[in-house]
């Protein structure tokens, strides 16, 4: 996802963001600023996300550890992380990315590997298999949806449900938008499979050939390749497209707020971003139980009334009010029919040294031009 960590998220989380302490940079090379002996310091993203993760997490370990929470509400960036380990100057203990980000930075060897040997059993039976990395914790879950305006699209007439329908223009007229592949694995290439035949278990190794093909179908009937979270959230609160893909989140806030939309959620594109401890913390050890704390069912049922986030212990689910669990990506009965994206496929490097991210973007970069 290019150099900045998850960088339509983060712009989503900074469209919010309160920027309550300085960036995860500034820490870096700010010595001065340094940690406290014993002081847990934790990146927590921008804006009621933030928010949400300190009154779900923050405040209630510090309660029950005595332990000192110093919340920042910012994400880091690989350049800070990266400068902080190689330059053991670590002043942020833990810190979030996104799965592409995470795989990519552990392969660099710069995160503590989580010891999964203070969990709790119930935690680690409940933590979804892709919750469970050497170098990560899962937290916020979130997907790519279709989404489609039930003005357009109302009920008792014939619906999208599957991305071949979604590319099938003629059955299903309407304009459309998806996402660009600017960002690298952010792009519409999953879809592009699905749409072309490929079983969602078939999906990676990808067939980068095959995406383009699929997408050469369906780019004259693109009306906008959206490049942001807000960009696409006001095109659906406009009315300026009928069919998307978009974030579960965006969609469902508009939901909220009343405009005629409706999310599909069969062949949605689940992801999610990691905890990690970074290499050389000087508190590693209360760091490593912090994440053990808020992979706890009770806490992330807690922040996921707070934020729409699907939590990564599914057993949060049991404890959710069932509307509220519905409305959210991680929901076992949707996990079914979702297909997750292998980030670990998209930093694997070919022949040529580049990653497949970086294949995906060059191959974009050319095509969209055409």
Known sequence: MSFSININRRRFMQAASTALAAGALSIASNKASGQTPGELRV?????????????????????????????I???????????????????????????????????????????????????????????????????????????????KFPAGKPRPTTWAEFWDVNSFPGVRSLVSGQYGSEGPWEEALLADGVAPKEIYPM???????????????????????????QMMHDKAVDLVNAYDGRAGTLI????????NRNQAKITWDYWQILKGSPNAHAAQKFVAFTARADRQAAFSQLMPFGPSNLNAFKVLPEDLGRSLASHPDYLRSSVLINSKWYAEKGSDGLTNTEKLVQRWNEWILL
Do not use: C, H
């Open 73 to 151: 509400t910012d994400q880091g960036d690989r350049a800070s992380i990266e400068m902080m380990v190689a330059q053991n100057n670590v002043t942020v203990d833990v810190v979030t990315a996104n799965q592409g980000s995470s795989f990519e930075l552990s392969q660099k060897g710069l995160f503590e590997p989580i010891d999964y040997s203070i969990y709790r059993t119930e935690d680690l039976d409940g933590l979804a298999d892709f919750a469970k990395q050497p170098f990560g914790v899962a937290n916020v879950v979130y997907a790519y949806v279709m989404v489609y305006n039930t003005e």
């Open 256 to 263: 909220k707020q009343g405009a005629p939309l409706e999310i």
């Open 43 to 71: 990146l927590v993203y921008g804006g009621d996300t933030g928010k949400a993760m300190i009154e779900a997490y923050v405040k209630p370990f510090e309660a029950e550890t005595g332990i000192k929470m110093t919340p």
């Open 207 to 233: 067939d980068i050939d095959r995406v383009f093909k699929s997408l050469d179908r369906i780019k004259p009937d693109i009306r906008k390749w959206w490049g942001t979270g807000s960009e696409i959230q």
